[in-house]
């Protein structure tokens, strides 16, 4: 599975901006994470092959993850972006029914797209 992220870009403080990622093939469960400096790797969003998403606490409410199964696509979108959103953006992908924020359930990772707030 090949992941090609894009939209990351610099951002004031309560702006917004749209990842997006193609895959080829598609797989059922898809996912955002972040990491930023010196941290971790963090899952943000996931959505299941039925399209009902997972959010981590962090960003629900501010960010919806979509996905256009007609294009392989996933999409995130950031809005009201605050400063702590800063980070390196990846998507994942996995097989099976069931989604998940967990980094090590997924199996194919994008290159990731940088989101940068100020």
């Known amino acids: 599975v090949q992941l090609v992220e894009s939209g990351g870009g610099s951002v004031q403080a309560g702006g917004s901006l749209r990842l997006s990622c193609a895959a080829s093939?598609?797989?059922?469960?898809m996912g955002w994470f972040r990491q930023a400096a010196g941290k971790g790797r963090e899952g943000v969003a996931s959505?299941?092959?039925?399209?009902?998403?997972l959010y981590a606490d962090s960003v629900k409410g501010r960010f919806t993850i979509s996905r256009d199964n007609a294009k392989n696509s996933v999409y995130l979108q950031m809005n009201s972006l605050k400063l702590e959103d800063t980070a390196m953006y990846y998507c994942?992908?996995?097989?099976?029914?069931?989604?998940?924020?967990?980094?090590?359930?997924?199996?194919?990772w994008g290159q990731g797209t940088q989101v940068t707030v100020s």
């Open positions: 994942a992908a996995k097989y099976g029914s069931s989604w998940s924020l967990e980094a090590g359930q997924y199996n194919y």
């Open positions: 959505i299941n092959g039925d399209g009902v998403p």
């Open positions: 093939p598609f797989p059922t469960c």
